[in-house]
């Protein structure tokens, strides 16, 4: 039953949705506007930075809470596990919304800082480095999503903490599809271009 309710509570969490929120309250429905996704990047590009960081920073201490919340109630050894990966898969399939959620990317890191700081550092520092030399912001949960799990299943020595969070990460690329196909095109936003534009915008 433990199991049960870490993916409940951590689905729950996850389903709140802070882009959706501030779009309702500004009349705009971001699932209309730029990407399409009630998620930070979107909102950044629709509504302005300030609106980004607060949808970039709930997004990320919802899965927070939702691990650290199960971590401290349940003794199962996966309950951060089940739960950050449920919260994942809420922010990106939320049934209030029809399941058109975000990207989850936020969420993610969110999720791997409360399990380890140091591996969330880890991926950060990797995804960067390979957004900024391949000029893609798709880098960076790629190289997460790839490194994760793995990371995951050796560090709990279990199949099973590998397979759970190896089947969020395949979720979270799947969202990023789009992605992946302008880079095909050639109409992806070089990283280097929107790291330097999300820094020089004044609202």
Known sequence: MEYLYCTVIGYLFGCLSPSY???????????????????????????????????MIIDILKAFAAVKLCLFIFEIKLAGVIA???????????????????KGLACFGGFVLALNIKQFLLLLIIGLVLSFVFNYGFMIPLSASLAFPVLTGIHYQSLLAFLVTAAGCVAVLCRHRENIRRIKDGTEVKFRVFFLELFSRKK
């Open 21 to 55: 929120i501030i779009s309702r309250i500004k009349n705009v429905d971001l699932r209309e506007k730029g990407t399409g996704n009630l998620g930070a990047t979107n909102t950044t590009m629709s509504l302005g930075r300030k609106f980004g960081v607060i949808v």
């Open 84 to 102: 950050g990966t449920c919260a994942m898969l809420g922010h990106m399939f939320p049934f209030y919304l029809k399941f058109k959620g975000g």
